[in-house]
């Protein structure tokens, strides 16, 4: 019996970075963290690779979980930091606000880098940040009517 979806697992080079851009700007906490080594069998089963090592926090606000890793080892690829949400693969993470007008000056104000400010469409109001590895997030507004 499927539930739902439990989280979204990002990959970062500077763990404590994005840790503290999602607790900091975002009012996750951390549920769990630890690191793991070559010789955890469960993750060279689980990651279909021979060795693993690095570290994870699981960060939580209510029911939503964002799964933050920083691999040591395999060395990962460096992300490209300019990705655009048409490209293949996860585009975006998308948090639901209450004003966004709000939302968005006080994230602009905290240095966050944003494509544009906040869009109606339709039944929402949204605009997308980027965290400081470059994964977007988009911030979304439902509105109680459309609007033309």
């Not at 400010?117 to 994964?135: A, F, H, L, M, S």
């Amino acid at each position: 019996m499927f539930v739902g979806i439990h989280h979204t697992a990002i990959s970062t080079p500077d763990l404590e970075r994005s840790v503290g851009f999602y607790r900091d700007h975002f009012g996750f906490a951390p549920a769990f963290d630890f690191a793991w080594d070559e010789s955890n069998e469960g993750f060279q089963r689980t990651h279909a690779l021979p060795e693993t090592r690095g570290r994870v926090v699981m960060l939580e606000r209510g029911d939503s979980r964002l799964e933050i890793f920083e691999y040591a080892k395999p060395v990962p690829r460096p992300a490209d930091p300019h990705r655009r949400n048409v490209e293949h693969g996860i585009a975006h993470v998308s948090f639901e606000v209450k004003d966004i007008e709000a939302e968005y000056a006080r994230l602009r104000d905290a240095g966050v880098r944003f494509q544009s400010e906040p869009v109606p469409q339709n039944t929402i109001k949204c605009c997308y940040c980027r965290d400081p590895d470059g994964n977007v997030i988009e911030l979304i507004e439902y509105f109680d009517h459309a609007v033309g």
